[in-house]
């Protein structure tokens, strides 16, 4: 292209000299010459603008295009200047935000190969040095042991299931099925599964209606999933005496179910890192991924899940889910 833009400029600045010296041979005298020798100028002019335009337009394109060949290598750190005309400036933000994103997911992915390998070493680990201590005859193999090692294994395939669950929402590929559902019905099953759990942890649950609230189209069990958890980590969270409330209502066109807990609520430092995975708060047993995968759920069913209030005389989580 380089080569054929030269070429043209070229023949159209030596187009005027090649007629002007025609025209002197053929005519003679000054005035043809400098008649041409305007002429000339005025085309030089004019081409010289329209190179140093066409050199304008070209530079965003260059860089865009120079950007682009580093981020296809693998350098997701490549960002193309925000510089040019306006016309080219929309494509070279929009590749911008993209190159941003790519960075961002290639973090993500990163942190979460760091995060399961951190996690899966633990309980392996422990599994090892327990069957390595059965094998040397240092730990005998009997129930209580064997039952041990069950439960090693068991956290390990939550932590498995968990990572499967949250891998399908994130990529928008979990499947529904979804069903005109009673909410209160449904947490009040799952509060009454949950009540030896509360008991066990001298806390007092309770469920409460603000209102008639009609069916709403939801996945069952991927919703007793979102309130089991919620309400679980209520109860983790709750000191002895305490009580965890799980209330069920409308507000406008959103069914409202929240969890309040009578806990010391949520420190101002872990705020941000609330959703986060692998994050776990005080005292926390799980994977760290149970609030993770209740807000993709709930983001599945096209709701949100938030944090309505925390103090440290308790926390409210706040699930809305769209009615109709």
Request: include cysteine.
């Amino acid at each position: 292209m380089a080569r054929r833009v030269v070429a043209v400029v070229l023949v159209v600045l030596s187009a005027p000299v090649v007629v002007g010296l025609v025209v002197a041979s053929k005519v003679g005298g000054t005035d043809g010459l400098a008649s041409v020798a305007v002429v000339w100028l005025l085309v030089a002019a004019v081409v010289v603008g329209a190179l140093a335009a066409l050199a304008w337009l070209w530079s965003p394109i260059r860089s865009l295009i120079a950007a682009a060949g580093r981020l296809a290598d693998g350098d997701y750190t490549a960002r193309a200047p925000d510089l040019g005309p306006v016309m080219t400036r929309p494509v070279v933000s929009s590749f911008n935000r993209m190159a941003a994103r790519l960075q961002e997911a290639d973090a993500q992915r990163r942190q979460l190969l760091a995060d399961v390998g951190h996690e899966l070493r633990t309980p392996l680990t422990v599994l090892r040095g327990d069957l390595e201590a059965m094998v040397d005859g240092v730990r005998p193999i009997d129930e209580v042991h064997l039952r041990t090692l069950l439960d090693d294994v068991a956290m390990v395939e939550r932590l498995l299931d968990d990572l499967r669950t949250l891998s399908l929402a994130e990529a928008d590929a979990l499947v529904l099925d979804r069903e005109p559902t009673d909410l209160m019905g449904l947490t009040g099953d799952v509060v009454e599964r949950l009540a030896g759990v509360a008991r066990a942890a001298e806390v007092e649950l309770r469920v409460a209606s603000t209102g008639d609230l009609p069916p709403v189209d939801v996945d069952p069990v991927r919703m007793r999933e979102v309130v089991a958890n919620l309400v679980v980590n209520a109860i983790g969270a709750t000191p002895p005496g305490g009580a965890v409330t799980a209330t069920v209502g409308a507000d406008g066109s959103c069914a409202v179910l929240t969890v309040h807990d009578t806990g010391v609520g949520i420190p101002p430092d872990e705020l941000a890192a609330v959703f986060e995975r692998f994050h776990k708060g005080s005292g926390s047993s799980g994977t760290g991924l149970g609030l993770t995968i209740s807000r993709d759920l709930v983001a599945a069913h096209g709701g949100a899940l938030t944090i309505a209030e925390t103090s440290p005389t308790g926390t409210t989580m706040r699930v809305e889910l769209p009615l109709g």
